[in-house]
């Protein structure tokens, strides 16, 4: 099983980003499909979450103005970025849980895609 994120640029303050999220290999099942991102100098945060039963939830500073989606049929998932602000500058991480062919259950990282908010 692998991740593949993509979406990520240079955009100016108050612009747009679509991230994606494309989990490709020997699926069963998928289920929460997560956003994290981290800063320079900073920790990993927690960004967003849409579970297996479509629910979504978001980070205080994101809530109102990022969009999580997904595409079941396509093992993808979204995170749509409006508004965005200098300090949403961040490697953006997707997580996944995914139930593989093995049966196992566990999650996985993609790869991290950059996101810059500059003037």
């Known amino acids: 099983v692998q991740l593949q994120a993509s979406g990520g640029g240079l955009v100016h303050p108050g612009g747009s980003l679509r991230l994606s999220c494309a989990a490709s290999?020997?699926?069963?099942?998928?289920?929460?499909m997560r956003w994290y991102r981290q800063a320079p100098g900073k920790q990993r945060e927690w960004v967003a979450v849409i579970t297996g039963f479509g629910s979504t939830n978001y980070a205080g500073s994101v809530k109102g103005r990022f969009t999580i989606s997904r595409d079941i049929a396509k093992n993808t998932v979204y995170l749509q970025m409006n508004s965005l602000k200098f300090e949403d500058t961040a490697v953006y991480y997707c997580?996944?849980?995914?139930?593989?062919?093995?049966?196992?259950?566990?999650?996985?990282w993609g790869q991290g895609t950059q996101v810059t908010v500059s003037s």
């Open positions: 290999g020997s699926i069963v099942n998928i289920n929460a």
């Open positions: 997580n996944v849980w995914i139930e593989s062919a093995t049966h196992l259950v566990r999650d996985y």
